[in-house]
């Protein structure tokens, strides 16, 4: 069975997860004044769930960049004239939703269910995990899933997150992999999980992946795919390695700075900006996940960028 979870008090709960809506809208869609900054990096530091409610929050802000200008700018207006209510949250996220989808919140409230799952890691956590059948499981930054054994079947679901699953070849009983995407089997297979805008992206290192309902199953060694959300399998064409943060790396190849930035704020608390001039940059490289603040060292003295901290969880960068 999974090791137990002692991190079960460290997640954010509704209060903070609606102040941070709150803050999105006031940061991402105004621009704010250096008080407003000021008053969001004391917010930040006041509570210590605060910095993961943000994290999970601040994601809207790309599913936002979908709706269409006029639902967008006049729910965001409306939010703007004064301080945002309940109603006016839910309001925002009823818009959100049936404008193109959201991410953790359309499919479970405030991300209850992740929170009650097995097994959980927080904002920049890997975690490894070893399932009664001998087969080896690790969990990426902010990732939940649930684990059942009976005597014909084993089960993982992802609930939220990123997984790796490297089934023990000995046991014989198929191993179910429930998403919110599709339904996928393996029996000796080695594969990873994770879920995206897009839906979900599936690599498989060894063994076989059958996904339900699709012609291109089953899915060998060395394929990378994306499952959309109406169930079509896509070939996945990607500058990142997708399994280097199982062993501790962010390993890129002319990936857009504004790309990775992306990819490196998963795995950090706070706000991590990037200027428009310096978005398209290629970063390549291999990069050690333990110490973020290294990697945007490391990032300033082989790019022309400057890295700005305001605090340690408001990180802007930009032009030298």
Known sequence: MPMPDHGASTAPGQAQVEQ????????????????????????????????QAWQRVSSLGDELAGLPSAISR??????QRQRITRRDQLKL??????????????????????????SRTATGERRKLLG??????QLNTDSA?????????????????EVSLDSNTRDFRPFHISTRVGQLETLD????????????????????VTVAGSALSPLTAGQVWQLDRSGQLHAAHLNVDPWGWTEGVLSVQQMPLRAFLDELSRYRPGYLRCADQVAELNVSGTYQLADTDQILQ???????????????????????
């Open 20 to 51: 941070a809506i709150e803050w999105l809208v006031r940061l991402r869609y105004d621009r704010p004044s250096p008080r407003t900054e000021q008053q969001f990096q004391q917010w930040l530091a006041s509570h210590p769930h605060n910095p």
């Open 189 to 208: 297979g080695q594969v990873l999980l994770r879920e995206n805008l897009g839906g979900l992206l599936v690599a498989v290192k060894r063994g076989q």
């Open 298 to 320: 490391l990032l300033s003295r082989s790019l022309p960028i400057q890295v700005y901290y305001r605090t340690r969880y408001w990180v802007s960068v930009g032009q030298v």
């Open 74 to 79: 006049s729910t965001l207006d409306n939010a």
């Open 132 to 137: 009664s059948d001998g087969s080896r499981l």
């Open 93 to 118: 996220l009823g818009v959100l939703a049936m404008a193109g989808g959201l991410g953790w919140i359309n499919r479970e409230p405030l991300g209850l269910e992740q929170w009650l799952a097995d």
């Open 145 to 161: 899933i649930d684990l059942r054994f009976s005597p014909d079947l084993r089960q993982l679901t992802l609930l939220h997150g």
